[in-house]
């Protein structure tokens, strides 16, 4: 039988797996026992035994790969703050993205956790910043044009560029924010 002539790399295996069982003992085989889905079927009664709770930890194929940490964003107190913000900013021609929130807001804390994980995505090119809406004075909410809540806005070169307003689900506003990240970094 030839490699390369089997059209159906099933077939293949199930034909290495006849001549595996069949022609040796098992030691000389090349390939591990597989069910088929990449778990080794010769250790199968030992995950069996060990517990009724099944716990199937798989690491990814590309170990390069890392999940990004997740970066605490910094908060905004006051309007001074945040002109010193912006203006380190520009100094350095990078975005500053705001997230305007309440204590009050669920949506709002729901979100956060999710934007600081994404802050850790863009952690040298862009800096995340939150704002506490009652804890700040009204005229950085009016400087933010503020009105409804969440709303993430994108500061560059001292002005506001874009913005989202986040009323519905969490994912969608991530996808949404780091759509308008990209096109400012």
Known sequence: MSILSSPNPHI???????????????SGSLLPKSNGFGFDRSKSHEWKKSSPKRDFRTSA?????????????????????????????????????VDWMAAWCRKCIYLKPKLEKLAGEYDTRVKFYYVDVNN??????????????????????????????GGHKAWLVVE???IMIQNFI
């Open 136 to 165: 700040v004075p009204q005229a950085l909410v009016k400087r933010g044009n503020i009105s409804k809540m969440p709303t993430i806005q994108i500061w560059k070169d001292g002005e506001m560029k874009a913005e989202v307003i």
């Open 61 to 97: 194929f590309w170990s390069e790969l890392k999940p990004s940490a997740a970066v605490d964003m910094e908060p905004i107190q006051d309007c001074e703050q945040f002109d010193q913000i912006l203006e380190k900013a520009k100094e350095l021609s990078q975005p500053v993205l």
């Open 176 to 178: 949404e924010v780091r």
């Open 12 to 26: 293949l295996y199930r034909e290495i797996q006849a001549q595996n069982q069949s022609g040796s003992s098992g």
